[in-house]
């Protein structure tokens, strides 16, 4: 892997420009009329939650503008900012896997190095650097790689967006031109989950309606211990006049368990609930029970 090289002249404008942007410069502050332009390759962030883990990601979003970018004005097999001005930088709240690989919660530059066949996709620890020019591979935290796939129709300005959202897993998607990159990514949900409830239980304390349901519908959701869910939407329920809600999840969990004349009964319950109560949402409920009740004949 070789690093993109520039002539001497092009770097110290790159720096010259760095400089007087980030107010180094030691001139005197202009006086008279100033002038606004916009920038070529405008700044985003993207702040997306995927189960526990907060990701921000902030980048520059270059464009084509009748120009062939991958493979030629950013080459293959060089190292690339993914995006311009300052490195790609990527924020995780908690830790995450990518190709199997833990990357640590924290702040990392995101660099790759694009090839016609398959691109390396670079978490580094030096995320405050400007374009890839002082980039050190001894920096590097974790490197996975991912097949880049034909897109059409092309896609005019660099973009980087977080989709294929599920509890425990989601997609990185870098897109430009008739290129799209996807490297997925995932989380422990589960077990982040499971161990809080069995906490709150060994602690001896009685949990709140409203917990047991969570962590009945947590483990309905997730095919996780049946048995388990049903003890939590009884205590759940286990009220003069339970919630409508609760008890349609009720009814969800006894079906799943087969037990179709105690699903049915609690649908029931949770229709009349709801037409007690009135109102849009209560009448989606209604909805919802009937659906269900259509299943267990």
Same mark, same amino acid.
Do not use: C, H
């Given at each position: 892997?070789?690093?993109?090289?520039?002539?001497?002249?092009? *770097?110290?404008?790159?720096?010259?420009?760095?400089?007087?942007?980030?107010?180094?410069? +030691?001139?005197?502050?202009?006086?008279?009329?100033?002038?606004?332009?916009?920038?070529?390759?405008?700044?985003?962030?993207?702040?997306?939650?995927?189960?526990?883990?907060?990701? =921000?990601?902030?980048?520059?979003?270059?464009?084509?503008?009748?120009?062939?970018?991958?493979?030629?004005?950013?080459?293959?097999?060089?190292?690339?900012?993914?995006?311009?001005?300052?490195?790609?930088?990527?924020?995780?709240?908690?830790?995450?896997?990518?190709?199997?690989?833990?990357?640590?919660?924290?702040?990392?530059?995101?660099?790759?190095?694009?090839?016609?066949?398959?691109?390396?996709?670079?978490?580094?620890?030096?995320?405050?650097?400007?374009?890839?020019?002082?980039?050190?591979? =001894?920096?590097?935290?974790?490197?996975?790689?991912?097949?880049?796939?034909?897109?059409?129709?092309?896609?005019?300005?660099?973009?980087?967006?977080?989709?294929?959202?599920?509890?425990?897993?989601?997609?990185?998607?870098?897109?430009?031109?008739?290129?799209?990159?996807?490297?997925?990514? +995932?989380?422990?949900?589960?077990?982040?989950?499971?161990? +809080?409830?069995?906490?709150?239980?060994?602690?001896?304390?009685?949990?709140? *309606?409203?917990?047991?349901?969570?962590?009945?519908?947590?483990?309905?959701?997730?095919?996780?211990?049946?048995?388990?869910?049903?003890?939590?939407?009884? +205590?759940?329920?286990?009220?003069?006049?339970?919630?409508?809600?609760?008890?349609?999840?009720?009814? *969800?969990?006894?079906?799943?368990?087969?037990?179709?004349?105690?699903?049915?009964?609690?649908?029931?319950?949770?229709?009349?609930?709801?037409?007690?109560?009135?109102?849009?949402?209560?009448?989606?409920?209604?909805?919802?029970?009937?659906?269900?009740?259509?299943?267990?004949?």
């Amino acid at each position: 892997m070789r690093k993109t090289s520039f002539p001497l002249s092009f *770097r110290v404008l790159a720096l010259s420009a760095v400089i007087v942007s980030s107010g180094l410069a +030691q001139t005197p502050a202009a006086k008279g009329p100033q002038i606004s332009v916009p920038a070529m390759s405008p700044t985003s962030t993207i702040k997306q939650r995927v189960g526990f883990t907060d990701i =921000e990601i902030v980048y520059s979003r270059p464009s084509a503008r009748g120009r062939t970018m991958i493979g030629k004005w950013e080459p293959f097999g060089e190292i690339w900012r993914t995006g311009a001005n300052q490195a790609t930088k990527v924020t995780f709240s908690t830790a995450v896997k990518f190709g199997g690989k833990e990357l640590p919660a924290g702040t990392y530059a995101l660099m790759t190095i694009p090839n016609k066949n398959e691109w390396t996709i670079i978490f580094n620890k030096a995320s405050g650097d400007w374009g890839a020019y002082s980039y050190k591979v =001894e920096n590097d935290v974790l490197r996975v790689t991912a097949k880049p796939q034909a897109l059409s129709p092309a896609v005019e300005t660099f973009t980087i967006d977080i989709n294929d959202i599920k509890t425990e897993s989601a997609t990185l998607n870098l897109l430009w031109e008739k290129t799209r990159v996807a490297v997925p990514f +995932q989380f422990d949900v589960k077990g982040n989950v499971v161990a +809080q409830i069995d906490a709150a239980l060994k602690s001896g304390a009685t949990l709140p *309606r409203s917990a047991s349901f969570q962590a009945a519908m947590f483990y309905l959701e997730n095919d996780l211990d049946l048995k388990r869910a049903r003890e939590w939407i009884d +205590q759940a329920t286990k009220t003069e006049k339970p919630e409508f809600f609760m008890l349609f999840g009720k009814a *969800r969990i006894l079906a799943k368990l087969g037990d179709k004349a105690g699903a049915r009964d609690a649908a029931k319950q949770s229709m009349a609930a709801a037409e007690a109560q009135g109102g849009a949402v209560a009448a989606e409920y209604k909805r919802r029970n009937e659906e269900l009740l259509a299943t267990l004949k």
